[in-house]
């Protein structure tokens, strides 16, 4: 059974603050490394960050110094915590494996909406 389930999304002033939980399948999860993507309309799903099993993380450079991803391994569980939050980080919000062979499912996503 696959399991991504997003949560945490909502709806939020320009600096403020959200975190995002993803709980996921222990297959997914086995994935050496885990990711956030995001996906706003109009536009292709990029990746936003990617933590290790390790715990060592990377950023894309719009969400650098803003955003911190983490992990805790023994719950499967995914966290993107959002501060300072702008009006181009709406978007739905997926987590999925960063290795492509392994993301075959995405979830439905949580909708975060950042309004000026």
């Known amino acids: 059974q696959v399991q991504l389930v997003e949560s945490g999304g909502g709806l939020v002033q320009t600096g403020g603050t959200l975190r995002l939980s993803c709980a996921a399948s222990?297959?997914?999860?086995?994935?050496?490394?885990m990711g956030w993507y995001r996906q706003a309309p109009g536009k292709q799903r990029e990746l936003v960050a990617t933590v290790t099993s390790g715990g060592s993380t990377n950023y894309a450079d719009s969400v650098k110094g803003r955003f911190t991803i983490s992990r805790i391994n023994a719950k499967s569980t995914v966290y993107l915590q959002m501060n300072y939050l702008k009006p181009e980080d709406t978007a739905v919000y997926y987590c999925?494996?960063?290795?492509?062979?392994?993301?075959?499912?995405w979830g439905q996503g949580t909708q975060v909406t950042v309004s000026s």
């Open positions: 222990g297959t997914i999860f086995s994935a050496n490394a």
């Open positions: 999925n494996s960063f290795m492509s062979n392994n993301r075959l499912y």
